[in-house]
């Protein structure tokens, strides 16, 4: 079935460091696919999307290119700062277990210091 | 302020005790989910309900029922609860009319603060 591999974390950096998470997938069709974050003791929120390939979702400083040749999807954003601490969620429409669903990665954690 | 709304926040359980958790959302969604949320597994989709009156079994459904009361409230229950089952459960919901059909791309989920389980 479909799945989504992202790095493991935790990734630690200094405030105002550049920010890469890796994020590849497997996939039958032409998935859409999603960064959602989740903050300490919040629930998951939609940090950007893109539907396509060769499409750029932008949001907050964070952009990530859908790259059907590389299957990939990483998040980078160029300048991090101490509020941007939190587990980023890769994730891609799919389908697996007979059904179309969302299908997340395991989720890395971004931990920020000044 | 609009959005996904679960209760109850922590629970402490001991094996063979049942509970439900409760969700109700206010954005007038058609559909709502249960997923689960382990350490290194990511969310695992539990039960969704595509819409008022029909409810689905996900990736991983053993052990639970839910009750899609009206089209705000979408309930999960665990009848006799296992230690398996700890774990953070999240409730989330979305526009689209079919749960089942992501492949428009623009299926976004609005998720709950999570309910934190604990079975002893």
């Known amino acids: 079935g479909d799945s989504v591999t992202q790095m493991e974390g935790p990734v630690t950096l200094s405030e105002e460091a550049f920010l890469t998470i890796n994020c590849t997938y497997t996939a039958t069709g032409y998935p859409s696919l999603f960064w959602y974050v989740q903050y300490p003791g919040e629930g998951l929120q939609l940090l950007l999307k893109a539907t396509k390939a060769d499409d750029k979702g932008s949001n907050k400083g964070f952009e990530a290119t859908y790259r059907k040749e590389t299957t990939s999807f990483h998040l980078e954003k160029g300048s991090v700062q101490v509020s941007d601490s939190a587990v980023y969620f890769c994730a891609l429409t799919g389908f697996s277990g007979g059904y179309n669903k969302l299908i997340f990665g395991a989720g890395t954690r971004l931990a920020v210091h000044p | 302020n609009a959005g996904v709304t679960q209760t109850p926040k922590f629970q402490v359980l001991k094996t063979g005790q049942s509970m439900t958790l409760q969700c109700a959302q206010d954005m007038n969604h058609n559909s709502m989910y249960w997923y689960r949320q382990d350490p290194g597994m990511g969310l695992r989709l539990i039960y969704y309900?595509?819409?008022?009156?029909?409810?689905d079994k996900g990736e991983v459904p053993n052990g639970y029922n839910v009750s899609r009361l009206n089209k705000r409230e979408f309930s999960l229950r665990l009848e006799s609860a296992a230690p398996s089952q700890t774990s953070v459960y999240f409730c989330a919901s979305s526009g689209q009319d079919r749960a089942s059909t992501f492949t428009s791309g623009a299926n976004v989920l609005t998720f709950g603060a999570g309910s934190r389980l604990t079975v002893l």
């Open positions: 309900s595509a819409s008022e009156g029909t409810t």
